[in-house]
């Protein structure tokens, strides 16, 4: 591009309000209705990797459970009368059925962490279209076989998001001490430099492809865990509790115009497929 005025130079600090934009939650940037971009995409990858762990020797263990369920039924008929071992059977089945569902490990990750995607998207959906536009579940493209994607990106008004969602701890406090991320008596790690880290990578692939310098955000959307209602920052990153998400970017400072804004998104759109053209290829 040339040295002259840039595409993407942003208006300063005026008040730019989006078409259509009269008053009230609009004027702040959120939706009036219920409407919004992309919420059905959100954890879309997430939620395919769960099932399909999900899936893997699935009625293998369906039938052991029901043996094994049976067995403690007869047991108990044993012990007492034929409808004790009935209940016994079913308390059983029921009871490992939860245990399996919930219990730590890769596929209760999927599962928690598609859910956290999803509950953040309907989130994201309060924006107003008008002035914001939010991408979900995103590629990598630079990456011969992208094996990571981005939760979530939001290009509006107020600048540009790289948004991670997160799953903490229910109950605990997030906040910052000694310059340690911490929820309740337990550090956090990685999660800032994780988060970081790709917004910074999205910031370089959209610079490249605009040709000029591009700056992003980076945020976590914290679940389960305590925020204050200002959110927690540290380092670079911001942490906002789910609730807050949509105020805390339409309420910063207009930096882009709607045309700017329309410039980036289509970039983003180039750079970043939607992860699921990733793992199912046509």
Not at 90 to 97: E, N, R
Not at 168 to 187: D, I, K, V, Y
């Amino acid at each position: 591009m040339d040295s002259g005025k840039s595409l993407l130079e942003p208006p300063g600090r005026r008040t730019l309000v989006p078409p259509g934009a009269a008053s009230g939650a609009r004027r702040r940037g959120l939706a009036v209705g219920g409407g919004g971009v992309g919420v059905s995409s959100a954890g879309a990858s997430a939620l395919y990797r769960y099932r399909a762990l999900a899936g893997e020797h699935r009625w293998e263990r369906r039938a052991v459970r029901a043996v094994l369920a049976c067995g403690a039924g007869v047991v108990a008929v044993g012990l007492s009368v034929w409808w004790v071992g009935i209940l016994v059977a079913v308390l059983f089945f029921a009871v490992h059925a939860t245990y399996a569902r919930y219990r730590p490990g890769p596929v209760t990750n999927w599962r928690r962490g598609a859910s956290a995607e999803r509950r953040t998207g309907r989130r994201l959906s309060r924006l107003d279209p008008a002035g914001f536009h939010v991408l979900h579940d995103r590629a990598f493209s630079d990456d011969p076989v992208p094996t990571t994607n981005l939760d979530h990106l939001v290009v509006g008004l107020s600048g540009i998001y790289a948004i991670a969602s997160r799953r903490f701890r229910w109950g605990a406090r997030l906040h910052t001490e000694q310059n340690r991320l911490w929820t309740g008596s337990r550090p956090v790690t990685g999660v800032t430099a994780a988060a970081a880290h790709a917004a910074e990578t999205v910031a370089a692939l959209l610079s490249e492809e605009l040709d000029q310098d591009v700056q992003v955000t980076p945020m976590v959307v914290v679940h389960g865990a305590r925020v204050a209602r200002d959110g927690v920052r540290h380092g670079r990153v911001l942490f906002h509790a789910a609730r807050s998400i949509p105020r805390a970017i339409a309420g910063e400072p207009v930096i882009y115009t709607s045309a700017q804004v329309a410039t980036l998104a289509a970039a983003a759109e180039r750079r970043l497929p939607p992860m699921m053209e990733i793992l199912l290829p046509e």
